[in-house]
Each structure stands twice: as C-alpha cells, then as structure tokens.
C-alpha cells in the first residue's frame, strides 16, 4: 500500500503536490464561501416577498433603489462605517502599550502571565462578557456609584443602551485581536534598529515614533483591519449594549429576516455590508503595498 502511495506521489511534481494539498481548503471555501454569499447576492436581485426563500430567476433593483432611497438606512450605513472607524482606533490605542511590553518582556513567566490576562477574556462566550460589561455600566453599576459616591455627576451617565455603550462593548470585544495581531509583528522588528537611532543621538522616544512605530505598521493595519470587519459586522453587541437603539446595518439585516421575513431585502443589506468590508480590505492592500514599498 506505502509503495503503490509513493509511486502515485512520485508521478506528480513537488508543484502538484503542493496544489493537492489546498484542494480540501479550497472545497470548504467554495462550499461555505462562494457559494452562500453567491446565493444571498442574487437574492438580493429577487422582487421582495415576505416569506419567500428561494431564488426565483425574476430579478429587479427594486431593493437597491429602496436602500439607497430610504435616509435611514443610509444613516445605518454611515453609522456603521463610524462605529468600525472609532472602535479600530480606541482598540488600537489601547492595545499598543499592552502588546509592547508583552513583545518586550524576556522574562518567560511574565510573559507567559500577561499572555494569559489577554487570552482569558477569550475564553468566555461574548454573551457573558457583555452582560459583565453591562453590570459595570448600568445606571446603578460600578461605574455611575462611584461617580455618584465622589460627586462628580449629579445622575447616573448614560453608558448602555447608546452609541457610546455600543463602542465600549465592541473594545471590549476587539481588544484582544488587536493585541495578538501586534505582539507578533512588534517581536519580529529587529532591535539593532532602535539600538542603531540611539547610537545616532535619538531619545528614546524618538527612536520608538521614528524607528519602532513605523516598522510595526504591518501589525497596526492587520489589526486595524481585523477590529473593523468583527466591529461592523456586530450584531449581538449593538443589540446586547445598543438595546437595538444604535440602528447599524446588522440590526436592519435581522429585523428584515427575523421579525419581517422579508429575505431579499435582507440579502441586500447585507450584500452592501459585505462590499464596505472588502472596500476596507481593498485599502489596506493598496496602503500596506504603498508601505511595503509596492507598487499601488
């Protein structure tokens, strides 16, 4: 059995064997890729008809001119936009340090512990993350007693069930994507360049804007990148945090397909979802190209 395998294999190039090795990726994508997200666009193209599933080979932009027609979903898309937006540049700002001194840290067992503080979060299912996060920020949470106990505020601050809740669930949430994704590229820079800018008469600080930040901008966009495609495709944080008060484009698709069965217009929302995300991963080929030193 081994030497008829070994002959088989020997009869196919190291190229083509390579090759052979992606086919089982490459089905799953196709399968659970391209074709759903082929289906939902072209339902997107169906006449609406409340509980209808299917694709029917009748097709109109009856629902395209209604999205692009209507102020509120527009608004959902633009908000939604500025949700991603704000909560890439929160969650970066507060993962650099983190992912620094991680990156930094030689010490096997602090390393190891402040990995762990990172991944521990990962471990709890979102919904209880989220309901701990509203424990926190509700009106009689943590936060607003010791605001109220230290008279900084003469009432409870609105923490949930607004934009502001929305975005500090979806931090919460992106965090530790972020830190992951800039540990990594910040342990790859060599640390001959910052020694070599020191050497040369730079602070430290300016050794780290001019030499480490930049050198690390694979990992900021790769992070970036990733927070905002989990961050507008959110449904259960706008929801859970939100209280479907934040209308973004995830609140519309489910309130069309689960409370108004109205499948195609759904698809088409979400067909427009899926095009801002690859118009983000678009521009940030063409700016990491551009930094990488590419052509654009």
Do not use: C
Not at 8 to 14: A, V
Not at 70 to 88: E, F, H, K
Not at 242 to 262: D, K, M, N, T
């Amino acid at each position: 059995m081994s030497d008829a395998a070994s002959g088989w294999t020997g009869g196919l190039s190291q190229h083509q064997f390579k090759w052979l090795l992606v086919v089982p990726l490459l089905a799953f994508f196709v399968l659970f890729f391209v074709i759903p997200v082929g289906l939902l666009l072209a339902t997107s193209f169906n006449p609406a008809k409340v509980g209808q599933v299917a694709f029917v080979a009748d097709l109109t932009m009856d629902n395209y001119i209604r999205f692009f027609s209507r102020s509120n979903y527009l608004m959902a898309a633009g908000r939604s936009i500025l949700l991603a937006s704000i909560v890439s540049v929160i969650t970066l700002i507060v993962a650099y340090p983190m992912a620094f001194v991680i990156a930094k840290t030689t010490n096997p067992g602090r390393n190891t512990f402040l990995l762990i503080l990172v991944l521990a979060s990962m471990q709890l299912d979102m919904v209880i993350r989220l309901y701990g996060m509203m424990v926190i920020l509700g009106d009689n949470g943590l936060i607003n007693q010791i605001l109220l106990g230290l008279g900084l505020t003469d009432g409870p601050v609105a923490l949930m069930y607004n934009f502001r809740g929305v975005v500090l669930g979806l931090v919460q949430f992106s965090l530790p994507f972020m830190i992951l994704t800039l540990i990594g590229v910040i342990k790859g820079i060599p640390p001959s360049l910052e020694e070599a800018a020191r050497s040369l008469g730079a602070s430290r600080r300016r050794a780290f804007i001019r030499v480490t930040l930049p050198a690390s901008m694979p990992g900021i966009l790769s992070g970036s990148l990733l927070v905002f495609a989990l961050s507008i495709s959110s449904y259960i944080v706008p929801a859970l945090m939100g209280g479907f008060r934040v209308g973004v484009l995830p609140i519309h698709i489910y309130q069309q397909v689960a409370e108004s069965a109205r499948f195609q217009f759904g698809a088409t929302i979400a067909v427009i979802l899926f095009l801002i995300s690859a118009g983000a991963v678009t521009i940030y080929l063409r700016i990491g190209n551009r930094k990488s030193g590419g052509l654009a």
